[in-house]
């Protein structure tokens, strides 16, 4: 944590001036022969192709002891229990009236399946004998 009587340093980024910016990229050439000034486009000095960044080992294929396994589980549980206190749960009266539509649903769909397949092995019957 910070101490009160230290000063944070902002770097400060130049303000970009957007206006006359085609013109910055532009360069005035002579073409020989008629007199006149064509325009060709240069690209900026700065932009200038960047490296790739430099990749970290890879520290998954270390062996890792019991003590790491134990640190990442209690970080989990630590995580989970977190997430756990964000969640709105239902109180009695929407936990009823969901339980009750998902019954209804069920059933409806039951209903539908069994019906269909009644009548497709019905139909299976007629062809078949």
Do not use: C, H
Not at 17 to 36: D, H, L, M, P
Not at 77 to 99: G, H, I
Request: hydrophobic share 35%; no cysteine.
């Amino acid at each position: 944590m910070k101490k009160p009587n230290q000063k944070t340093k902002r770097r400060r980024r130049p303000k970009k001036n957007t206006a006359g910016k085609a013109e910055r990229n532009q360069k005035k050439i002579s073409v020989e022969g008629k007199g006149t000034k064509a325009v060709a486009k240069v690209r900026p000095s700065n932009a200038s192709p960047k490296k790739a960044p430099e990749r970290k080992p890879d520290r998954t294929k270390q062996r890792k002891g019991i003590g790491y396994f134990i640190s990442k589980s209690i970080q989990f549980l630590r995580e989970s229990k977190t997430e756990l206190k964000k969640v709105k749960w239902p109180n009695k009266k929407e936990l009823l009236a969901s339980t009750v539509m998902v019954i209804f649903l069920v059933l409806v769909v039951a209903l539908f399946l069994g019906i269909v397949d009644f009548g497709l092995i019905k139909v299976i019957k007629n062809i078949v004998g």
